[in-house]
């Protein structure tokens, strides 16, 4: 072998060795990449998603079959709300954030959450209501999310394998029944309208119609 088909050879040996050394480079970088990035949320106008909820939560009551339950008026936390404090900054350059108390919240993301209970439902009705709402709401392709409830209390949680909504259904002590929906976090778009606090507004919630149209259903 002459000396420059030799050095030929190794030269070319080098270039492959290079662009196999490259190659792996470039793609450690686009599998690290989303890593350190994080996967960015979906975008979604706030809005509309509340009154998605608000339709879940307006089945829910239609299922239940309680006609005379009561909306609790003064539940705090009843409502439609936009929580940003529940999305946190995804990616592993956020990892030490997780040491902060509390995290940041990832900017111009929250998750959108309904609230609301009724009062004047028995233990003794509250179980076959959520049996009505676990068969209606998995006809409509919902997944029943398995789960412990708190002692002494029944609950359902449902999923919508489409979107990721959860609703919640749980009795409290004596005569409540809470009705929940949370959407997963969303970046909402430029423009959407906003309060004094920098938090998406949300449209009123309207669910359940029939005891929000008739006063005499409330509790005094």
């Not at 030929?8 to 492959?16: D, E, F, G, H, N």
Request: charge should be neutral.
């Amino acid at each position: 072998m002459t000396g420059r088909r030799k050095r030929l050879i190794i030269s070319t040996a080098a270039l492959v060795g290079i662009g196999a050394l490259l190659t792996g480079v470039l793609a450690f970088v686009q599998w690290a990449e989303p890593k350190w990035e994080g996967e960015p949320y979906p975008v979604a106008r706030p809005a509309d998603t509340a009154a998605r909820l608000d339709r879940h939560t307006q089945t829910v009551y239609d299922a239940l079959d309680l006609p005379r339950a009561r909306l609790d008026d003064h539940d705090p936390d009843q409502g439609l709300k936009a929580d940003p404090s529940a999305c946190r900054r995804r990616g592993l350059q956020h990892k030490l954030d997780d040491y902060q108390d509390p995290p940041p919240s990832e900017p111009h993301v929250v998750a959108v959450q309904e609230n609301w209970t009724l009062r004047g439902v028995p233990r003794s009705e509250a179980a076959p209501a959520l049996e009505r709402v676990r068969r209606k709401v998995t006809r409509l392709g919902w997944k029943v999310i398995p789960g412990r409830p708190y002692p002494d209390t029944i609950g359902l949680v449902l999923e919508h394998p489409g979107t990721g909504d959860r609703i919640s259904l749980m009795t409290y002590p004596e005569d409540g029944l809470n009705v929940s929906a949370d959407a997963a976090c969303a970046k909402y778009p430029s423009g959407t309208e906003l309060d004094r606090s920098d938090v998406p507004l949300l449209p009123p919630m309207h669910a359940p119609e029939r005891l929000r149209r008739d006063p005499a259903h409330s509790p005094a």
